[in-house]
């Protein structure tokens, strides 16, 4: 059985910011959301609304998609 916690979303989009080749500087003026906001969000310091995710995402390349689960897929889940 595999012992790992799974990443959560926000450590993953963390990762992203930091890896994707850009400062945060570049992807603040890209996105439009302050560097800021950024420097707090990857110092643990705030969180991100889905606004500035939605506005930090495509300069980083992360495309969403969404599915739709079914009741039956969500109760397994719980």
Do not use: Q, Y
Not at 41 to 66: E, H, Y
Request: positive net charge; aromatic residues 6%; hydrophobic residues 40%.
């Amino acid at each position: 059985m595999n012992s790992m916690k799974p990443k959560v979303f926000s450590e993953n989009l963390k990762e992203l910011i930091l890896t994707c080749g850009l400062s945060r500087w570049e992807i603040a003026r890209r996105s439009g959301v302050s560097e800021a906001a950024l420097s707090r969000f990857v110092n643990n310091l705030r969180g991100l609304t889905t606004d500035t995710v939605d506005r930090i995402a495509p300069v980083i390349g992360l495309k969403f998609t969404s599915t739709k689960l079914s009741a039956k897929e969500l109760r397994r889940k719980a």
